[in-house]
């Protein structure tokens, strides 16, 4: 019988964050957001071509993965790029798809 190491029990509070993360990863939207920028920052522009949607929901949903820690925004004279912060994110995605395989 192998020794699984038992994760310790979750804080109220942690256990509002993680609920929130997946909160921001429950819209597919956000997702092709997501695999837009995966590996590498682009500018909203190019973000917009790649999801297929409008100016305006982007920037909506941009600021809402920004804000929850997932995206991070920089700024290059007038243009701004949107990059991965925390590629975990992508890692935790790829596992969900992978037990859909199966």
Known sequence: MS???IPAELTE???GELA???KLLGEPMRLKILQAVCHAAKP???IVLATGSTQANVSK??????????????KDGQ??????KDQL???LCELARSQNRD
């Open 20 to 22: 929130g993360r997946f």
């Open 89 to 91: 994110v992508m890692q």
């Open 44 to 46: 909203v522009g190019e």
């Open 61 to 74: 949903h941009l600021a809402l993965l920004t804000a929850g820690g997932i995206l991070e925004r920089k």
């Open 79 to 84: 243009c701004v790029y949107y990059g991965m």
């Open 13 to 15: 509070a942690e256990l």
């Open 3 to 5: 020794k699984k190491k």
